[in-house]
């Protein structure tokens, strides 16, 4: 689909009514096209003599029939200074979908296509003006919900995580040309020395491709929320944490066991990271037919949280229903809390402890642990987080997969290298970890890479 040398069009704006419309137009005819149809009031000068980065006022005049369809102000971008390299225009018309239609409509007429979803954006990646991530952080910008998700597109967008790649790469080409230089001489061994450098420097790049693919999980978090549910047998004091966590009596809490018979989901936030925690219904065999269908909910959000927090009570001794849920949670990222802190223990000695991570005993009553919990809950998830992590992250899957990729050949690579096998099948490896980091920042791309990439995107952009 890629013809660059066609004149495109879009409404640029979204659908609706609004202060103005915007009608953009890129490619070699945009100047010819929209001086055709624009009347310029005051100056009298048309837009062939425009300079670049200026704005014009006047009227957009039907070319067939002369009507005056909106009054206008047009914006110049002359090539390569422009979102897309080419010549560019915006229409700036009134907001009314009646007047943007009747523009773009008549823009058409003068011979311009419309574009494609992605098409500008397509072209500006095209041209050689954005890489690949960058143009995904365009389209992650004008999907970003939170202030959290817009910093980390406006990051991607400046070129940070392009960078960082490309640094990889050029590391990776080092490595490969050496050993591609040794291919053709095989006389000359390979000094212990110099295996011993190529494989700690393709050590350093492989834990670096991989704390990028991990920021992958943290940058979702960030986006969609963590789901965190709250599960234990009835009366241990699930909803009194989700009331003392939301500080506001959210969820009943009685003293009787099977109290909550449904799911609650309430939203939270701890240092930007946005949570949906959910408090179930008590976990325990016995029950009647609207409690079994309460735990039958309970296990679902067990199941499908993306992490845990599994309360026990603190002033009891452990109970069957108790062992029961610790098997239920198996290997799911949890967080072990001990509640009723404030009250005697009677769980300290509890085999319940044996062997398992760190217990953190709080207490919904007096506020204790809740801090730590919070935190707990941060780290888990987030630990490479702020620290060391400069602005790069990976946003989407097509990223995450192909750091993935170039991991998993880099990791071949090393114990190719280590078990003194032939470099030609190290070079290969080698490859095939720059092809795949060179597939994410789009030095080797494909049409159907594209075509998926883009087709995500809006009209307009
Ligand atoms: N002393 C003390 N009592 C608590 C604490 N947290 C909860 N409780 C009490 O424990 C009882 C049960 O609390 P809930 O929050 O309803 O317990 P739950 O786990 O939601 O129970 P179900 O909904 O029945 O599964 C109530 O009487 C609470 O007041 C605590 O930290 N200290
Ligand atoms: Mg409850």
């Excluded at 879009?10 to 419309?21: E, M, N, R």
């Excluded at 939301?246 to 701890?270: F, Q, S, Y």
């Excluded at 009553?365 to 888990?380: Q, R």
């Excluded at 030095?443 to 159907?448: D, K, R, W």
């Amino acid at each position: 689909m890629d013809y660059l040398d066609d004149t495109i069009t879009a409404i640029s704006t979204p659908v609706g009514q609004g202060g103005i419309g915007i009608v953009r137009i890129s490619g070699p005819e945009a100047f010819r096209i929209a001086g055709g149809m624009f009347r310029p009031r005051r100056t009298g000068r048309g837009l062939d003599s425009a300079r670049t980065f200026t704005m014009h006022y006047g009227e957009v005049i039907d070319p067939l029939t002369r009507e005056v369809i909106d009054e206008v102000i047009v914006s110049v971008m002359r090539a390569p200074h422009s979102y897309t390299r080419e010549d560019v225009v915006e229409i700036n018309c009134h907001g009314g979908m009646a007047a943007v239609r009747r523009t773009l409509e008549a823009v058409v007429g003068q011979g311009a296509r419309l574009a494609a979803p992605g098409e500008f954006t397509r072209r500006a990646f095209l041209n050689g003006r954005i890489s690949l991530p960058q143009a995904e952080a365009v389209m992650d910008l004008i999907s970003a919900r939170t202030d959290e998700s817009r910093r980390i597109a406006v990051d991607q967008l400046r070129g940070r995580l392009s960078g960082k790649l490309e640094a990889l790469r050029h590391a990776l080409i080092e490595i490969a040309a050496f050993a591609e230089a040794h291919i053709d001489f095989p006389e000359e061994e390979i000094e212990l020395r110099t295996e011993q450098e190529m494989t700690s420097r393709l050590e350093v790049i492989v834990r670096e491709v991989g704390e990028l693919s991990r920021t992958f999980d943290e940058a979702r978090f960030f986006r969609e929320g963590l789901s965190v549910a709250i599960v234990g047998r009835p009366n241990v004091g699930k909803s009194s944490l989700l009331n003392a966590l939301l500080k506001r009596d959210r969820a009943i809490v009685t003293e009787l066991p099977g109290t909550t018979r449904d799911t609650i989901e309430e939203c939270l936030n701890i240092n930007g990271l946005p949570l949906r925690i959910i408090d179930t219904a008590g976990i325990r065999q016995a029950g009647e037919v609207i409690e079994k269908e309460g735990i039958r909910r309970s296990l679902d959000a067990l199941d499908t949280a993306d992490c845990v927090l599994a309360v026990f009570d603190g002033s009891e001794a452990a109970q069957t229903d108790d062992h029961e849920l610790l098997r239920m949670i198996g290997g799911k990222k949890t967080v072990f809390v001990i509640n009723k802190s404030d009250l005697p223990s009677r769980l300290a000695s509890d085999d319940l402890q044996k062997g398992r991570q760190r217990w953190l005993k709080i207490s919904t009553l007096t506020g204790e642990g809740l801090e730590e919990l919070k935190t707990e809950i941060f780290t888990m998830h987030c630990e490479h987080w702020h620290e060391d992590r400069q602005g790069v992250v990976v946003t989407n899957l097509r990223q995450k997969l192909s750091l993935d990729r170039a991991a998993a050949a880099l990791t071949n690579a090393i114990a190719l290298l280590s078990e003194k096998r032939p470099l030609e099948i190290f070079s290969i490896e080698l490859r095939e970890a720059l092809d795949s980091i060179g597939e994410l920042t789009g030095a080797v791309t494909n049409e159907m890479i594209l075509d998926r990439i883009f087709s995500e995107f809006c009209i307009g952009k």
